[in-house]
């Protein structure tokens, strides 16, 4: 079945980066927008990008502009989502989630499981 | 990047119908179809509902529909049921290759 896999949680001090990975299996890898969306806690959801996985084109919010970097290794279909310069307010859980439509902006489905990345000295 | 506005809370009892809005404007909900709506149960992941304003996922019970009209979409939940109880989620492409989320509705089964 389509699945999406993320890596487990992180604990990382103020000033890190974290990297979260979402491996994917079940369908073509290659077809399919990935995004990265977060949700602090108590809080709604917030886009973070998307990455083309058949070239790796991306577009990321503004907000994170300069700050995230979403890669992907089609060799073992995962996708990649690097935060730079941490701090408290990135607490969250990041979420990843292909995008099965054509356009590549609508039909999230399915999400992985989510990954809590926790930013504390 | 402000989020689309979402009523905070939305309540009905059993076999009710209930429907939440979603309000931009022209450059997100009101000049593009990629409108979606998602249910979020509490320690869960999203799951799509409604994709491209008004379509339904196989799987998804057809007591929930969507609608768009101006800058305003819409989800309705009839017959309302307590597993229904849960957060709601509304997303649009917003024009510059972006897409935006909404506030977020908590939606309360009476």
């Known amino acids: 079945q389509v699945q999406l896999v993320q890596s487990g949680a992180e604990v990382k001090k103020p000033g890190a980066s974290v990297k979260v990975s979402c491996k994917a299996s079940g369908y073509n890898f290659n077809v399919y927008y990935m995004h990265w969306v977060r949700q602090a806690p108590g809080q709604g959801l917030e886009w973070m990008g998307r990455?083309?996985?058949?070239?790796?084109?991306?577009n990321y919010a503004q907000k994170f502009q300069g700050r995230v970097t979403m890669t992907r290794d089609t060799s073992i279909t995962t996708a990649y989502m690097e935060l730079s310069r941490l701090t408290s307010d990135d607490t969250a859980v990041y979420y990843c989630a292909r995008a099965f439509d054509s356009s590549g902006w609508c039909w999230f489905d399915p999400w992985g499981q989510g990954t809590l990345v926790t930013v504390s000295s | 990047q402000s989020a689309l506005t979402q009523p905070a809370s939305v309540s009905g009892s059993p076999g009710q119908s209930i429907t939440i809005s979603c309000t931009g404007s022209s450059s997100d909900v009101g000049g593009y179809i990629y409108v979606s709506w998602y249910q979020q149960h509490p320690g869960k992941a999203p799951k799509l509902m409604i994709f491209?304003?008004?379509n339904r996922p196989s799987g998804v019970s057809n007591r929930f529909s969507g609608s768009k009209s101006g800058n305003t979409a819409s989800l309705t939940i009839s017959g309302l049921q307590a597993e229904d109880e849960a957060d709601y989620y509304c997303s649009s492409y917003r024009s510059s290759s972006t897409l935006v989320f909404g506030t977020g509705t908590k939606v309360t089964v009476l």
């Open positions: 990455i083309n996985p058949n070239g790796g084109g991306t």
């Open positions: 491209e304003v008004s």
